[in-house]
């Protein structure tokens, strides 16, 4: 499984540009990537996207900066050799989007196999809670994120509660100061045993 996440200039596929992808190889997490490009020419830039992500304008036009193109074959070499290219995230619709549709452009097969995995749809300990990164890692133990978004940084955050919630245990070593909560370890517990 590969956990992803991207920032972009705005929610549109078809009128915003990706700006960066973050991924993390589920069953080998040191494995990670991490790419940023320039925005597309003519891309729909949100102030509020770059509020979240926080990219300034000046950083999404930098010409030394990649295209999505170079960002989308670079990040297509890290995940060659990975054999489970089932996607999951948080909020992975908006993900899949975005890079189903820059796939299309640069005429690219979408790569990832199957269904994905919604981080709020694997276990009902986040039935309830909003939708949101911020609500996962608080059920999880994790502090919230206090800063701008950033692709990997969201895509281990990520990756470190899918491991709780299907596992009961830490995957990532900057994670182990926060305990797993006895909920998340019963649950699978209770999971295992009607298996």
Not at 101 to 128: D, Q, T
Not at 144 to 156: G, I, K, V
């Amino acid at each position: 499984m590969i956990v992803v996440d991207i920032e972009t200039t705005g929610m549109e596929p078809e009128k915003n540009s990706l700006l960066s992808i973050g991924a993390l190889d589920f069953s080998n997490p040191k494995n990670t990537f991490y790419g940023e490009c320039r925005a597309d020419e003519g891309a729909s830039v949100s102030n509020i996207a770059l509020k979240i992500n926080g990219f300034s304008r000046e950083q999404i036009h930098d010409p030394e900066k990649p295209t999505s193109k170079e960002l989308l074959q670079n990040f297509l070499k890290w995940m060659k050799p990975i054999k489970d290219k089932t996607i999951a995230g948080d909020n992975i619709w908006f993900d899949t989007g975005f890079l189903q549709e820059n796939f299309r452009r640069i005429g690219v097969k979408y790569p990832f196999k199957g269904e994905s995995i919604e981080l709020h749809e694997i276990s009902p300990l986040l039935a309830g809670l909003p939708w949101s990164l911020d609500a996962a890692l608080y059920m999880s133990g994790i502090p919230p994120r206090t800063n701008a978004h950033n692709a990997l940084d969201d895509a281990e955050l990520t990756a470190e509660v899918i491991s709780r919630l299907m596992n009961g245990k830490n995957l990532l070593k900057r994670f182990r100061k926060y305990p797993v909560p006895d909920i998340f370890i019963e649950y699978v517990n209770i999971r295992n045993r009607k298996k």
